[in-house]
C-alpha cells in the first residue's frame, strides 16, 4: 500500500508570482523577488561565502527538478541549477489572497482561505488599546513592550532588558496577519506564556488575525536573548476539511513533523513532533523508515524561513538549503517502491529582498515516485489532490490531480 511524504521547506520560492505587483515589502511590490533564484546568484558571485564557498550546490534538489520548476515559474535560469530532470517538477500558484504560513498549508492541503486576513498598521504603536488591555489584564501586567512591527530578533535586542525589568511581555506584528508574544522562558515562565497566548487567541481570531505565536526566548542583556524551540502557534482552525482530514477519515494514519500540527490546530493530525530543523529531519527519517503503509507525513522545516528569509541572510539560507540537499540525498535510496515523496514550499522569502517580510512568489513541486516528467504549471490546491489519489482516498476540495 502506498504511502505519501509531503516535505514543506518553508519560504523556498522560485518567483514568477503573476500577482507579486499586489504584495509589498514596505512601499516596494514583490515584482522580481526570486528566493532560490538570488541565493544561486549570490552564491554565484562570490556574495554568499560565509560558513560555505562556491556556487550553490544542491544536486538532489536539482535532479529532482529545482532548476527546471524556476525557469518555468519566473523564466529565469538559475546559475548553477542546470541538471537535467530525473523526478516530476511543476511551478505551483498561489490563489489565496496572502503570503503568510496559514495561506500557503492550507491550500497545498486543497482549502484555500476563503476570506482576507486582518493585518495591524504599520505605526508605532500598531494595536487597539482595547487588545492592549485585554493582554495586561490576562497576563497580570501594568502594560505590553513593544505595540510595533519588528523582527522577532532585532526586538529582543531592543526590548529583551526592558522586559527583564518590568516582567511586561513583549508584544510585535509584521506584515502577515500575525500577533506575536515574546517572553523569557525562566523570568516570565513558559507555561504562563502559552496560557497568554491560549487565551488570547479566540479575540484575535474572531478579528481574522491568522496566528497568535508564542516566541520564548532564554538569556540576559550582558551575554544576548535567543529564541527557544519551545515556540508555539495558536492559529485559527481551517475552514474546510483538508488534506489531514481526508486521509484520517479514510482510516489511515496522519503525522505532523513540525509546525504542522499548530497551522492546522491539530485537526486530521494523529501526532506531532517539534524541534529544530536538524531535529526534525531525524524525526522525518524515523517515518520514512517506519511509518505505517497508506500513512501520510506532513512535515514543516522553519528554519529557511525563521533563520535566513527575515533575517535577509543568502549565506545561512544558502548552506541551510545544502544541508536539507544532503540529508535528502540520505532519504530517497530509502524510500519504498509505492511511496511519494513531494518537496514544495508555502511562499517566498527573497533574503536579497528589501524589509523582512515574506515575498510572494510561485513555489517548486518536486516529486520522487511519480516518473520524470515536466508538470507544468500548477495550483497548490492540485498538491492535495495528487496526494490524495496516490493514498486511495476521495479528495474534497477543487484541486486536480497532477497530468
Partial sequence: MPRAFLVVIDS?????????????????????????????????????????????????????????????ASGDAADGLDATPTGAYAAATEVSRGKDTPSGHWEIAGVPVPWDWHTFPDTDPCFPDDLVVQVCETAGTGG???????????????????HMKTGWPICYTSADSVFQIAAHEETFGLDRLLDLCRALA??????????????????????????????????????????????????????????????????????????????LMGHLNALVDGAEEGSLTFANFVEFDSEYGHRRDPAGYARHLEWFDAELAKILPRLRPDDMLIVTADHGNDPTWVGTDHTRERVPVLVHGAGTRDLGHVGFVDIAASVAQHLGVPSQGTGKTFP
Fill in 12 to 72: 523556498v520560492g522560485i518567483g514568477g508570482a503573476p500577482d507579486a505587483d499586489q504584495f509589498f515589502n514596505g512601499d516596494v511590490p514583490d515584482t522580481g523577488a526570486n528566493t532560490v533564484g538570488h541565493i544561486a546568484r549570490e552564491c554565484a558571485a562570490g556574495r554568499a561565502d560565509t560558513g560555505r564557498s562556491g556556487p550553490l550546490h544542491v544536486p538532489t534538489l536539482d535532479a529532482l527538478g529545482l532548476g527546471a520548476a524556476l525557469k518555468l
Fill in 144 to 162: 505590553i513592550l513593544g505595540n510595533r512591527h519588528a523582527s522577532g530578533t532585532v526586538i529582543l535586542d531592543e526590548e529583551g532588558a526592558r
Fill in 202 to 279: 479566540p479575540t484575535l481570531h474572531a478579528m481574522k488575525i491568522g496566528r497568535v505565536i508564542a516566541r520564548p526566548f532564554v538569556g540576559d542583556a550582558q551575554s544576548g536573548f535567543q529564541r527557544t524551540p519551545h515556540r508555539r502557534d495558536f492559529a485559527i482552525a481551517p475552514p474546510a476539511p483538508t488534506l489531514c482530514d481526508w486521509v484520517r477519515d479514510a482510516g489511515k494514519k496522519v503525522h505532523a513533523v513540525g509546525k504542522i500540527g499548530d497551522i492546522f490546530s491539530m485537526q486530521g493530525i494523529d501526532d506531532v513532533v517539534k524541534g529544530k530543523d536538524i531535529d
